[in-house]
């Protein structure tokens, strides 16, 4: 092989790269470079949330991600048993460790477990930087079991809520969060436009707890949008929000813009779940791989 001939090597990974949607890569190198995405999130022993599933999520998507556990749960599709809160200082330092070296893109968070995790969390994302950044504000299981308690709520309203480029809560969240009774669009956009005056860019109010068409409403200060899909029936939703956050975190790292990245987002968590895994005897999880080997899913996006 002469010199400047393409290794097979070259060529295969080129063509992953194409697949992938990789970016070109940085210092002259010539070498393309994967985008890089951080969770930072409880662990699921039943394998369907939390950082399980975002790290399936980055992988589906063609993103390397990367960790900082907060806590360990122990839970399958039925409960949550038990957790294990991770001593703050090494929160902050798993965050630190991967930030100064490896690099992020983009990164996510979801169960922040207690107050003093939080802060640890808010202090270690200031020091590296890191702006493009998802807030999942999680605080109760699929469950019922409470994950995130009262005093904790408010440091992550506080103080994670104004470094989010995009917070995603759920219905229930966006009622502890705003103090609000939500049921219907009407009080989804009041409280989008509530939680936006916390701090973040903008907000996804997921609106999969209401009954009749699936609307979530999609918001920043000079937008309101509703994005709609085919509501599933389904009782395999477990992890449904950590995957949808970590999609869209996925999708930032690669480059888009927030809401060209929850509309790929909305697709991706619309075909998981319509294809989602009847595994346990309780809430199913998702399927992150189906998305990968079958395509598309259409969803719509209304400006209000």
Known sequence: MRRNEPSEGGQTENRIARELGWVAGENGTGRTRIPRAL????????????????????????????????????????????????PPEMVRSQILAVAEDIGVDAAKTGMLANEDVTVAVAKALRETGITNLVVDPVMISKSGYSLLPAQAQKAVIRQVFPLARIVTPNIPEAQAITGMTITGLKEMKEAARRILAMGPEWVVLKGGHLSGEAVDVVSSWDRMLEIVSPRIETKNTHGTGCTLSAAICAYLAKGMEPLEAIKFAKKFITWAIMNSLPLGNGYGPTNHFYFVREGDVEVTVREV
């Open 39 to 86: 969770t930072i999130a409880g662990s699921d022993s039943g394998g369907g949330a939390g950082i399980q599933a975002d790290l399936k999520t980055f992988t589906a998507l063609g993103v390397f991600g990367m960790s900082a556990i907060t806590a360990i749960t122990a839970q399958n599709t039925r409960e949550v048993r038990g957790v294990h809160i991770i």
